[in-house]
């Protein structure tokens, strides 16, 4: 079956940077729109970042644009987001998800898998 599977959340303080990794089985990556979203307890999924298939075309939140960077290596079935300049604000659990489609998307109903999350907290 489908598996996402994040890795690279932790206490960081304000300033700081990450690194996040989503590593993917059961799909061939290649073929999938992948993007991060985040949650706080208490409120919606946020989109944070997005990627197409082919790593060409990107799309990131206001919050996030110039801070974080999404990547990709089909070849490892894994995509990234290098967070840097965190802030309390961004304290939230990042979850990948994958979309069949080839449109770079921002809404989480459009994304087929997801994965469990990471955690990620920021102190000030």
């Known amino acids: 079956q489908v598996q996402l599977v994040e890795s690279g959340g932790g206490l960081v303080q304000s300033g700081g940077s990450l690194r996040l990794s989503c590593t993917a089985s059961g799909l061939t990556l290649r073929d999938y729109t992948m993007a991060w979203f985040r949650q706080v307890p208490g409120k919606g999924r946020e989109f944070v970042a997005a990627i197409s298939s082919g790593g060409i075309w990107t799309s990131y939140a206001d919050s996030v644009k110039g801070r974080f960077t999404i990547s990709r290596v089909n070849a490892k079935n894994t995509v990234y987001l290098q967070m840097n300049s965190l802030n309390p604000e961004d304290t939230a659990v990042y979850s990948c998800?994958?979309?069949?489609?080839?449109?770079?998307?921002?809404?989480?109903?459009?994304?087929?898998?997801w994965g469990q999350g990471t955690q990620v907290t920021v102190s000030s």
């Open positions: 998800a994958a979309d069949r489609g080839t449109v770079v998307r921002a809404v989480d109903y459009e994304y087929d898998y």
